[in-house]
């Protein structure tokens, strides 16, 4: 928060932390954390100065359902806000329901960007499958991982 000047922190972190369900673990060291603790808490601390783009990179790593369910909430509403986020995920089903962009990098390099209705128009035979056929098309691994 020093970094950014945020002299307020400290309630600029209760809302935070509630929403994350972190409130109760506020007076815990991060080593005696989780790691999907450890993982909410990091992301919290990167949303305490109120930034107009945030990077997340496997959001979900470590988290159960219910925080799996409040971080895709809290994406959700950071976009609503207008927040920019950049999401990296090898979680296709993730990426299909929080984003509305994406970018298909294989070995560095991009091999599809756009929406992901254009993306999918592009490589899906009919429009209609899954963002996970779609990379596997794109990538050119579909007869690799197919059944």
Not at 50 to 61: F, K, S
Request: with cysteine; proline share 3%.
């Amino acid at each position: 928060a020093r970094l950014y000047g945020v002299a307020d922190w400290r309630e600029r972190a209760q809302p935070v932390l509630e929403e994350l369900e972190m409130a109760d673990k506020r007076r815990l060291l991060p080593a005696e954390l989780s790691r999907g603790m450890k993982q909410k808490l990091a992301i919290a601390c990167g949303l305490l100065h109120g930034p107009r783009a945030v990077i997340l990179d496997e959001p979900l790593t470590g988290l159960d359902p219910y925080g799996i369910r409040r971080m895709k909430n809290t994406m959700r509403r950071l976009s609503a806000e207008g927040v920019t986020i950049i999401l990296s995920s090898h979680l296709l089903d993730l990426v299909e329901e929080v984003c509305t962009h994406l970018l298909i990098l294989k070995d560095g390099r991009k091999l599809a960007d756009g929406s992901v209705a254009d993306v999918r128009g592009q490589y899906a035979a009919d429009g209609s499958e899954s963002l996970e056929e779609v990379f596997f098309r794109a990538t050119g691994d579909a007869e690799r991982v197919s059944a």
